[in-house]
């Protein structure tokens, strides 16, 4: 098989491989190594799937941050952490994060707070639901004053 087909067959894997849900760089480029596709072949082969608009990063972050939170539950810590983890670029990330409605957020971690905070005395309890949130990546401060909003107005 000439050099040229063999690179025309990875475009079209990589397609459907794209093509199947959102990508970032790092899948792709990690993937073409797999395929043992490299250098000048594996920057024509990106090049290209970015030209197709089958590899957008941004495309990317936007569907990562927005289905991690709505369906995992993940805090903006989290999720930035994961998209970092991958590479995606700050820009990218920040505007992944816009994809999350403010008050959808709060409104998570107030029903969260209210339904497993029934005794706002019981501090081990408060202690283990704060623990949890800042787990799933939700930020500190804001944990600390929705369970503290919480107790008040009770």
Not at 29 to 58: C, P, Q, W
Not at 83 to 101: A, N, P, T
Request: glycine share 4%.
């Amino acid at each position: 098989m000439s050099e040229l087909a063999h690179l025309a067959g990875v475009i079209e894997q990589m397609r459907k491989f794209c093509g199947y849900r959102d990508r970032c760089h790092s899948e792709v480029r990690s993937k073409l190594l797999k395929l043992r596709v490299y250098g000048d072949d594996l920057e024509a082969v990106m090049t290209e799937l970015i030209r197709d608009d089958f590899l957008n990063e941004e495309r990317f972050a936007r569907s990562f941050a927005r289905g991690k939170f709505r369906i995992n539950h993940w805090g903006k810590n989290r999720i930035t952490m994961e998209l970092k983890r991958r590479r995606v670029s700050d820009y990218c990330i920040r505007r992944g994060l816009e994809e999350i409605d403010e008050e959808e957020y709060l409104n998570y971690v107030d029903e969260v707070i209210a339904r497993q905070i029934s005794d706002p005395i019981d501090w081990s309890v408060r202690r283990k639901v704060h623990d949890a949130l800042v787990r799933k990546g939700f930020e500190q401060p804001l944990v600390l004053e929705r369970i503290n909003r919480h107790v008040a107005s009770n």
